[in-house]
């Protein structure tokens, strides 16, 4: 569950920073204008910021969340004996 968490964050991280820096920064080429050299989107600094932060939380995530137990009742392995089962008698 913790690797699943984890995978998401990191994941998000870099589909945010990447959208925030190739389509929400400024055009790329020469400024020519003022348009140009302003970000399409006035927070898309603090957004690609934001995803390079989620990178790096995931990282914190994993290694806070703890692992999933294993359950009470684990499933008999074939050398083990039931509960209540006689073991064989041993030849010899």
């Known amino acids: 569950m913790r ?33 140009y050299s302003n970000p ?7 957004l ?7 990178i790096f939380l995931s990282a914190v995530a994993y290694e806070l969340i703890p692992e999933a137990q294993p359950s009470a009742h684990p499933a008999p392995t074939p050398r083990e004996v039931p509960p209540g089962a006689t073991r064989p008698a041993a030849h010899g």
Not at 8 to 31: C, D, H, N, R, T
Not at 40 to 46: C, E, N, S, V
């Open 40 to 46: 399409r989107l006035l927070g898309a600094p603090a």
């Open 3 to 35: 690797g699943m968490i984890a995978l998401l964050m990191l994941l998000g991280g870099i589909a945010l920073a990447a959208v925030s820096y190739f389509a929400l920064a400024a055009p790329l080429g020469p400024p020519i204008g003022p348009e």
């Open 48 to 54: 690609f910021i934001l995803g390079i932060m989620l």
